[in-house]
């Protein structure tokens, strides 16, 4: 059982934890890190989440992202998720700080790492993931338009693209 640490809404450790899926108090927070990985094409490397995921079955998501766990920091859970999910060992200190975005009752922080990589010579977490492969921003858009992507706020994604496309 993952143990989670709380965080109030300046994105602040309270010094509470709780077991993953037990209920939170009040404005109490939890805390999810994502990654985008990008290429030299201005593409977003996304995943295919399983069909036996709970949440988002069978959608595109974002390249990797995870709760943060216990004592863990943020762009640590990042880099763990990213080689957790695809197989991609990135050191933390590589991982670019963009933003956090709140979300129900997480705090999405986002992380921008840059890669080539051919989707296919990956390796997957099969349990968590079906498949990946390059996005274009218009396909992050279409395909979330027509409910085959996780429904992020589309103006954060549009800032990872534009930052992205910026170096």
Known sequence: MEILDIYNPQHERTGRSIRRGEPLEGDERLLVAHVCVMNGKNQLLAQKRQLTKPHYSGCWD??????????????????????????????????????????????????????????????????????????????????????RFVDYPLPGIERVFRIAAEG
Do not use: C, H, Q
């Not at 766990?69 to 991609?88: I, N, Q, T, V």
């Open 62 to 147: 974002l390249s990797a992202g995870g709760f943060a766990l216990s004592g863990e920091e943020p762009r640590e859970a990042a880099a763990r998720e990213l080689k957790e999910e695809l197989g991609l060992d990135l050191p933390p200190e590589s991982l670019r700080f963009l933003f956090t975005e709140p979300f129900s009752y997480v705090l999405d922080d986002y992380y921008l790492a840059f890669a080539e990589v051919d989707p296919a010579t990956l390796t997957l977490e099969t349990e968590e993931v079906a498949e990946a492969r390059w996005f274009s921003l218009d396909e992050v858009k279409e395909s979330m338009a027509e409910g």
